[in-house]
């Protein structure tokens, strides 16, 4: 399983891409949507190995092509969206802007 | 007095405060923005802050008005990750910009009330405020109500 998750799923290169996940490149599955290209994007969900991020926490710093993202937390959820021993799927925001 | 020259001139005050300047550069390292109205769908963000938005809510009058009231909503944000503890208290943090939203309120409304508006007042001033919701920004909102008398013989409508 875990040579699976390096050799296909995480192989950057084929659908995976390299981020920096608090100061480290991981390779990661990234999803911005319906903004495919991450340029309009204000949410995203990224998918990495609970080899490389053992901990995800809220506010993590994640960079991807550039662009700083947090790891965002819902209120009603948990950090990690899904968890299941191998990966974890996180959701991200960036360029918050709140409205009074 | 106008509403439009009431707003301008609280934002032009507000904006060229050296007070409020040297706390933001302080506090921030980073001058204050200021905004005169805004776009609620594309907001000031992160890199705006601190910043402040004003923008008039609610005037009234009438011919069976012996005065007039001008409501202005002025908005401080402020971006602010960090905290600190109290020496002595070990079991107590403190995120820094519960205090210093309203340092930062408190520069904003002492820098409008400097502004001469005549014979008007500042009637009334409410403040809410934005805590936690939106960290890591603080928020607070002010809605500052003028009063203006309407002399004898005036047009109330004008």
New interface residues.
Partial sequence: MAEDLGEHHFNTDEFARTITYNGTDIPALVDFGMNSDGDNARTARIIVKASDVAAPAYRDTVVISGTSWRVFRDPDTEVAVKGDGQVWELSLIRDERPVW | MNINTLTVDFAEAVAESDVIRAWCQIAYSSDHAVYAGMD?R?????DDCPYV?LYPVRKQFGQHQREKFHEI?V?G?LHD?TTRSHAGVANLTEYTGVQNIEAFRKLIEDSIADVDIGNLTLSVIAVDY?MIE?F??F?C?MVIQVWEGVCIGSDPLL
């Fill in positions: 609620a594309n907001p000031p963000g992160e938005v909503e908005v944000c990750t934005e939106s890591p920004f928020m909102g």
